[in-house]
């Protein structure tokens, strides 16, 4: 059986991604940093696909903290110690931060960062080692549509996305040559526990995070290049990102 590997399994876009992958016959490795939140989201997809799933190995659970300098390499150890064929990975992690950027403590940002950017080229590098040895595999990087245009008030979120977004395309022209494919999925606004964590509301035109993952894994299947869901959030690609600028600064500041 082949394994999709989902970092940030636990809630959100990454628990909507893991459900996906098992109703289309892949077994899931989720993996995140709260054992509780790992177990809890263990029985929930058990119950949920209970039809499809009677064997709870199809469901795999790693814990490791992605914001910590080796947590990536750490990671990629343990995957690769259950022994598993891990096809596909999705770099999904992540946290926003807002506010002034002298207002954000140096450390938090830092957190941020290796967590959203660093473990992100981290996984890569060494995933694709292994899938250009095999010949195949897939790699799911999630960016943003902040990724863009800069954020003011979500400074470094903002900016980490446009790398993630940058890096993505960069590595997926070099990949393509090897078998493998890698896509970026940009989401808009979503309905998880992303605003909740970041001390705001959830907007109320949030997409679900179950269909922003049906249109992702559909996409990653289809070899797409950048995933934008939503008719709206592609549209708003083509706006100046001076004006779309303005508007990020309202709704953070
Ligand atoms: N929601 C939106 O509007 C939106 C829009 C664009 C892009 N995104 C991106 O989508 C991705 C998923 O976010 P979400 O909206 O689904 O938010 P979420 O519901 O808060 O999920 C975030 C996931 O990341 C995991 N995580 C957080 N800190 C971690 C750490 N230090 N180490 C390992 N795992 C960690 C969490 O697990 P634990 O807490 O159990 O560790 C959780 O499973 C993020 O990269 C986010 O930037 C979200």
Not at 1 to 9: D, E, H, R, S, V
Not at 107 to 133: P, S, W
Request: with cysteine; charged share 25%.
């Amino acid at each position: 059986m082949k394994y999709a590997l989902i970092t940030g399994g636990t809630s959100g876009i990454g628990f909507a991604m893991a459900g996906e992958f098992l109703e289309r016959g892949y077994g899931v490795i989720i993996a995140s940093s709260s054992r509780k939140n790992l177990a809890i989201a263990k029985r929930k997809l058990e119950v949920k696909k209970s039809k499809i799933v009677n064997n709870t190995r199809y469901i795999i659970t790693i814990e490791q903290d992605l914001s910590v300098p080796d947590g990536a390499q750490k990671l990629y150890h343990k995957a690769k110690s259950i022994g598993v064929d891990i096809e596909i990975l999705v770099n999904n992690a992540g946290f926003g931060l807002m506010g002034g950027t002298e207002s954000i403590r140096i450390r938090d940002d830092k957190r941020m960062i290796q967590l959203n950017v660093t473990a992100v080229v981290c996984l890569c590098k060494l995933f694709l080692r292994d899938m250009y040895e095999n010949g195949r595999g897939k790699i799911l990087n999630v960016a943003s549509t902040g990724a863009f245009q800069p954020g003011p008030y979500t400074s470094t979120y903002f900016a980490g996305k446009s790398f993630v977004y940058s890096y993505s395309r960069a590595i997926r022209q070099e990949a393509a040559k090897r078998g493998v494919v890698v896509s970026t999925l940009c989401p808009g606004t979503t309905r998880t526990k992303f605003f909740e964590k970041a001390g705001q509301k959830t907007p109320i035109w949030a997409m679900s995070a179950e269909k922003t993952a049906k249109i992702a894994v559909d996409g990653l299947m289809k070899n797409k290049g950048v995933i934008v869901p939503g008719v709206i959030n592609n549209i708003l690609r083509i706006v100046p990102s001076g004006v779309k600028m303005y508007f990020v600064e309202i709704l953070k500041k």
